[in-house]
């Protein structure tokens, strides 16, 4: 089954091709790498239902890809999960081989009751096509009740974090985390070493409908970036959304600036720059604005790290514990 | 400064060539898959203190290894530890690139204090060579004071996930959380997916001094190899070393088993082949055999593998800290 016939969750428009985050057209104006990591599949699912007793993916990808910090799965596999019992379940991955061409078997001897299922694409490339295999005299279709529930949405605009580096595979990003415990719809807008702020995403990011913003994007710039650019970021998405919950994120906080110096200062200005228009907006009467502080995010062992900065598995769920309530909070408390 | 001339940890006994795990002659009657597994270098780690503002790594790996479900800095990479406040603290890592030289900065900028750090080796290679470099004019030696206490040895016998599959990076293996916990020598003994109990790795294991065994060897036998030798290779270990606390550990749950019928029950009869091994050991009357079921290893979320078995570092921390206090009641209880 082609997956393009079926449901697609985690995409914030259509897009003229499939599988990618943002059509060709409004990643026009972004910065040449936003523009090259908009066509990457991170965040986006595919949901389906089936009574096979079997599950493959034949999927090509766009490029060979190599990351001295990402699995082949995480940045080029799928990852299966199944509703269960009011829960999204883990159940298996679909496991990349070397080159581009893939067909991997990802579950079988299953019951053949009818199940949802829900793949999630690679973190750190892109899909070219896609089919779901199963058996032969077995349905599968879009789900007549999808457990993503598509009349609420959080769009989440960051940095690598934010994209899924380094998660162990795709489904542990945690925006994706984010999505399976609310049920809600989550649109992942990270943009590896590229979330900036420039005005161009701002224009993007605020015609994209949400019940949440949530802006992770202190990690990559620089600290005058910062100053000089997140007042009118943040303003200018209010100024289309006046009443949508922002939740600002600060820096986690690199570990490897605990004993490098000079990368340790810099942490501690972006996320000073980023409390002062916080501050400055709150002055201003801005409403609805949410702030999570860098040393609440991924406990203080200093273990959630794959290479100091990039999250595992371990940091993702960290995270992810430390958001969600201030998500809840801000979409509660709405003024 | 050639890292062979500093401190090394994690290793069974001295070997033919310093970076693998066992040696050679006492690998010889191995099977050919442990023969192999035992080249590698997990679990090993260099310790030595500096007052170098900056440290690097020149290492030379014998292969290119790809892995869809480990990170080039896990399977190939180093991973750096630092001794503070009585505590081992992750510093940062050594990223490999492509191929097998590699040559790369992994901290700088460095206040200039003598501090004691702890290198971890790659989990799923090997390593020809290692350099550790320093500025010109500082000091790099053995530490006079080592924070690895050399007088109690834990040994680890197991699986993949003994010998690191899937952690983010060397450091996050679980017999590397349990060493920086305890402070104790940790032997890494993990040989993915081949540790099958054979007579000749009894006969090894015997071999090597230790104050408790940890024997987390379930995933790969079938039952009927659990059946028809693992009461042998407790027994044969016991006789040469009658007073060592031994933990048992089931294998941890396949994920995947919960949607796969026939992975399930194989998982269920495996443990259910050690029960009754160790119930055997109890009647008779075999002293200090611990037994840690597969319920209490990784929560129940079905969240903490890669692929359904390997662990993340969320598994790994889960992991170590249902080990470790068994581990530790069985040093301290030991009849």
């Given amino acids: 089954m082609d997956a393009a016939t079926l449901l697609l969750t985690g995409k914030a428009k259509t897009t003229d091709s ?15 790498a936003v523009k090259n990591l908009a066509k990457q599949s991170a965040g986006i699912a595919v949901l389906f239902e089936t009574n096979s007793n079997i599950i493959r993916a034949k999927w090509t990808l766009p ?34 081989a070397k080159g581009t061409s893939q067909n991997q078997l990802i579950v079988q001897h299953m019951d053949g009751s009818m199940k949802q299922f829900m793949l999630y694409l690679p973190l750190y490339n892109g899909i070219s096509q896609l089919q779901i295999g199963v058996q032969k005299d077995a349905v599968i279709n879009k789900p ?41 719809d989550v649109i992942n807008l990270g943009f590896s070493g590229s979330a900036k702020m420039e005005p161009e995403l701002a224009a993007y990011i605020a015609t994209v409908q949400a019940d949440c913003y949530v802006l992770d994007c202190i990690p990559n710039p620089s600290p005058e970036q910062i100053r000089d650019r997140s007042h009118y970021f943040i303003k200018y998405i209010r100024g289309l959304r006046p ?63 794959i290479d100091g900065i990039h999250l595992t598995d371990l940091g993702f769920m960290r995270i992810a514990d430390a958001i969600l309530p201030v998500i809840k909070k801000a979409m509660n408390e709405k003024k």
């Avoid at 990351?67 to 991955?93: E, R």
């Avoid at 899924?164 to 809600?184: E, H, V």
């Avoid at 939740?247 to 942490?267: A, I, K, P, S, Y």
């Fill in 18 to 32: 499939i599988y990618r985050r943002v059509d060709s057209v409004d990643a026009k104006g972004f910065p040449p």
């Fill in 63 to 96: 490029a060979e890809v190599y990351m001295h910090n990402m699995t082949p799965i995480a940045h080029s596999g799928l990852d299966l999960y199944c509703f269960q019992n009011g829960k999204w379940q883990f159940v298996s991955v679909a496991k990349p």
């Fill in 144 to 184: 007549a009740q999808p457990a993503i529930n598509k009349t609420k949405r959080i769009v989440v605009y960051g940095s690598s974090v934010v994209q899924g580096a380094s998660a162990g595979r795709p489904g542990m990003a945690y925006p994706a985390i984010l999505q399976r415990r609310t049920g809600y």
């Fill in 243 to 305: 009443n949508t919950p922002i939740v600002l994120v600060e820096t986690v906080f690199r570990q490897n600036g605990l004993f490098d110096q000079q990368v340790g200062t810099t942490v501690r200005r972006q996320n000073e720059e980023i409390k002062k228009t916080y501050e400055r907006l709150k002055q201003e009467g801005v409403k609805n604005i949410f702030y999570i502080e860098s040393d609440k995010l991924i406990g203080n062992d200093h273990e959630a790290t």
